[in-house]
């Protein structure tokens, strides 16, 4: 027998094992780069957005008497959020102008009179906790979040002849959710409903009143990872 056909099962047996060892450790390579592919990116993302200003409810209302109301109006906003994998946490800021509506009634069994007194600045800013549930598969390229913490709602009232508020500051309680979908590699369009829970509590109504101004808004955004 030739010495090269005396190696042939030397060669058979070294094939055999590297075919083994690849059996074993290939599918815990893939593993583990679909693991990879499916874990939630972590770092800075900045994203600026436009939408509306949807007061929930009156402004104040002291029975029958008097009464104040924001429109809807235009909003716009900047956020810069830092992911640690599925949580994170993000800096918010916004600004509307709407318009503020006041009702007076004058004496018993009078029509009330509107008076609108104009634009009204209302600046919000919050530092929120997220929470980001990764989605699988196609579905990926949807990122979901809910979110909430501290915030803080400043208005400056336009002045009247007739009629005037003392601008205020309040502390808010501003709960979020929405939803990012990839466009390409960084670049993800985001759809974002907030609520800014706070107190109104301001000359010349007497009575405290909880106001729930919702911001709806649809933003363009960059990830930097």
Do not use: C
Not at 105 to 114: H, I, K, L, M, R
């Amino acid at each position: 027998m030739s010495n090269r056909t005396k190696g042939w099962p030397a060669r058979i047996r070294t094939s055999a094992v590297t075919a083994a060892l690849f059996a074993v450790v290939a599918p815990g390579a893939l593993v583990a780069q679909s693991a990879d592919e499916e874990r939630s990116p972590s770092g800075f993302e900045l994203t600026g957005y436009i939408g509306a200003l949807l007061p929930m409810a009156k402004l104040a209302d002291s029975g029958d008497t008097l009464s104040a109301e924001f429109s809807t109006k235009v909003a716009f906003g900047l956020e810069v959020d830092y992911w640690f994998g599925n949580f994170g946490v993000a800096l918010n800021g916004n600004y509307a102008n709407p318009n503020l509506t006041i009702q007076v009634v004058e004496g018993e069994g009078s029509f009330p009179t509107s008076i609108n007194l104009g634009a009204t600045d209302v600046w919000t800013a919050a530092a929120n906790v997220l929470w980001r549930p990764q989605l699988k598969g196609s579905a990926t390229i949807v990122r979901p979040y809910f979110g909430a913490g501290p915030g803080v709602v400043k208005v400056m009232y336009p002045t009247d002849d007739e009629f005037s508020i003392q601008d205020e500051t309040r502390f808010a309680i501003s709960l979020v959710g929405g939803a990012q979908v990839e466009l390409s590699k960084g670049w993800f369009v985001r759809l974002d409903v907030r609520d800014y829970i706070s107190k109104f509590d301001t000359e010349p109504f007497a009575e405290s009143k909880t106001q729930h101004d919702l911001f709806v808004s649809i933003g363009v955004g960059y990830a930097f990872h």
